[in-house]
C-alpha cells in the first residue's frame, strides 16, 4: 500500500487538513492518508492544547464515511515526547512492505531542519510539501537538512490557498465567534458541547 502520513496536533482539525491530505491522496496515489495527532509535541512543550482524546474524536468526526482516511493513535499510546522520526521507524518495522508519504505543510517544512534526525526521515519516506496558492513554497530548510541531490526526491503538490488556522479557530471560539464551515459541522457541535477553547480568546493563540 501507499500509505500518506499527515502528523499534527489538529487543535482542532479544520478544513485546510482535510483538503490537504486530499490533495495529496489523489497528486501521490495514495491507497490511505493517516492522521496521526501528536501526544506530546517537542516543539510544544510547556504549551497546552486539548487532550488526545478530543483531538482524536474530532478527527475520527471529521472523516467519518471516508473509507481512505483514517486517525491512527501511534503517537497517543506511548510516551512522548514524540518525534516524527520514531513514528516512522515504528510504522515501517511494522508495514514493512508499504510505501510511506509524508505530508508536510509549509510550517512544518519551515521547521524541517530542526528536526531530529531529517536524513534518517527521508530515507524512511517520500517527504511531500504542500504549497498553499500560487505563492512558491521556500524549499531551503529542506535543502539545509537533506543537501540539494537529496530534494529531488521530494514531491511537490499545490494546493488552493485556504487562510485558516487552528490557532485562529480556537481564538474565534472563545471570542464566542462563528466557525462554521472552517471545520466540519460535527466537529463545531463537539467543540461546543465539550466547552473546548473557551479561554483561547482571552488568553490569545495557544
Not at 513554497?137 to 535543502?143: C, S, T
Amino acid at each position: 500500500m501507499r500509505i500518506g502520513i499527515y502528523g499534527g496536533t489538529f487543535d482542532p482539525v479544520h478544513v485546510g487538513h482535510l483538503l490537504l491530505a486530499e490533495q495529496c491522496r489523489e497528486a501521490c496515489r495514495l491507497d490511505e492518508v493517516w492522521f496521526v495527532p501528536t501526544g506530546s509535541p517537542p516543539h510544544k512543550q510547556g504549551v497546552e492544547i486539548a487532550s488526545g482524546k478530543a483531538r482524536r474524536e474530532m478527527l475520527e468526526l471529521a472523516i467519518a464515511g471516508l473509507p481512505q482516511f483514517r486517525v491512527s493513535t501511534l503517537e497517543l499510546d506511548r510516551p512522548g515526547p514524540h518525534y516524527t522520526v520514531e513514528t516512522l521507524s515504528n510504522l515501517r518495522r511494522s508495514r514493512p512492505d508499504d510505501e510511506l508519504f509524508l505530508l508536510m505543510g509549509g510550517d512544518s517544512v519551515a521547521e524541517f531542519s530542526t528536526w531530529r534526525e531529517p536524513e534518517r526521515i527521508n530515507e524512511l519516506a517520500t517527504i511531500v510539501a504542500v504549497n498553499r496558492g500560487r505563492g512558491g513554497l521556500d524549499l531551503e530548510p529542506l535543502r539545509r537538512a537533506l543537501g540539494t541531490d537529496a530534494t529531488r526526491g521530494v514531491r511537490l503538490v499545490t494546493m488552493p490557498g485556504i487562510a485558516i488556522s487552528a490557532s485562529d479557530l480556537r481564538r474565534r471560539v472563545g471570542e464566542g465567534r462563528s466557525i462554521r464551515f472552517q471545520t466540519p459541522r460535527s466537529v463545531e457541535q463537539y467543540i461546543l458541547q465539550h466547552g473546548l477553547y473557551r479561554d483561547a480568546g482571552a488568553s490569545g493563540p495557544r
